[in-house]
């Protein structure tokens, strides 16, 4: 069985794109994982008098509210190492992203209402065709998001009864049971209660701020902060699964073109 801990960043309006990440853990390497990462997290709660609830990505990486307080040395020594961390625990990353220029272009698709249900889809639809490829599928994946409320129930719903336009994405066969390798529909978890959410922040965000400078047009927050986020990716980058699989340059599904033509490029040419 594997889990999949899944969080965005770019939700404002005027972010020009969302981008959303998945880590995907075997169960049998998670209790270790939690285990790290309750160790780090209580070294990085030396840093503060006050009690730290999460671990919040822009705050770490812009040094905000009371991480301003931190060396930028030191912040910039904590991300590194939470984006080296993943290679070492050999869990796998997912990538999904909808370009808010595009996605106000594009025609409409049934069930999906907004970027982040797009994006949810486009996670789901990647386990499901990279899950049903694997010579030795040891079972199926939990996929679980931090809370959001307000779309909660519409991802719940959509992923229960998915469209058939999402067929084609991963060659469902005429006798499988849509999304047949995700365990029910999808969990949500507070990001304070699950450290992985809080690391797939980060992740979304060190995409996010990559897409930003290099396609975008964005300017530095700081100096040399493209440089660093040019490094954290190169990392991370290692670990995501197949690019035929979450942007394929060749298919035949409308359903992989249709994500391919919302995707910021910066992004889709990353990993191999």
């Known amino acids: ?32 994982t939690r285990e790290e990462f309750g160790e780090f997290f209580d070294v990085i709660q030396g840093l503060f008098e006050e009690n730290l609830k999460e671990l919040k990505g822009a705050k770490i990486i812009f040094g905000r509210d009371r991480w301003r ?14 984006c080296e961390w993943v290679s070492v625990r050999k869990h796998g990353l997912l990538l999904a992203a909808i370009d808010r220029k595009k996605w106000f272009n594009f025609n ?58 999402t067929d084609d994405f991963y060659e469902r066969k005429e006798r499988q049971e849509r999304f047949d390798q995700l365990i029910d529909s999808a969990f949500t978890v507070k990001s304070h209660h699950a450290g992985l959410v809080q690391i797939a922040d980060l992740y979304a965000l060190i995409f996010r701020r990559y897409a930003e400078i290099a396609e975008y047009g964005s300017k530095e927050e700081w100096s040399g902060e493209s440089r660093f986020i040019d490094y954290c990716v190169k990392d991370l980058s290692s670990r995501l699964i197949p690019r035929s699989i979450r942007w394929p340059s060749r298919t035949k599904s409308k359903c992989a073109k249709w994500f391919n033509s919302l995707a910021p490029e910066s992004l889709v040419k990353l990993g191999r």
């Open 1 to 32: 069985m594997k889990l999949c801990y899944v969080d965005e960043s770019g939700n404002q309006a005027s972010d020009p794109c969302l981008v959303m990440v998945g880590i995907l853990a075997d169960s049998y390497r998670l209790n270790r």
């Open 69 to 82: 307080k931190v060396d930028p040395e030191i912040r910039k020594r904590i991300t590194n190492y939470l």
């Open 108 to 165: 409409g698709q049934i069930g999906v209402k907004d970027e982040w249900l797009a994006c949810s889809l486009h996670i789901a639809l990647q386990i499901q065709k990279y899950s049903q490829g694997l010579k030795r599928n040891k079972g199926h994946t939990i996929l679980i998001f931090d809370e959001n409320k307000a779309k909660a129930d519409s991802l719940a719903e959509l992923l229960w009864d998915p469209p058939a336009w």
